[in-house]
């Protein structure tokens, strides 16, 4: 007999079936997700922008190797 934590581990969930809300809430999100992501495509890339992520969405900015916080 192996009850070892690994066999416990390996074993797939049970799958549970989802109310007709929760199948509709995640469509919806799959909706919204795909005309984000066609939005983004379809907008003009920046040019002569940053490198990384946005620094006015993570509040750093860094210049020349110096880093501002404000």
């Known amino acids: 007999m192996t009850d070892t934590p690994e066999a416990d581990a390996a074993a797939p969930p ?3 079936s989802l ?4 199948q509709r809430a995640l469509a919806e999100a799959a909706e919204r997700r795909a005309k984000a992501e ?3 495509k379809a907008r003009a890339p920046e040019l002569g922008g940053r490198d990384g992520p946005e620094p006015v969405r993570y509040g750093d900015w860094e210049i020349k190797g110096i880093a501002c916080d404000f």
């Open 38 to 40: 066609a939005e983004a």
């Open 14 to 16: 049970p799958q549970r």
């Open 19 to 22: 109310t007709p809300q929760a």
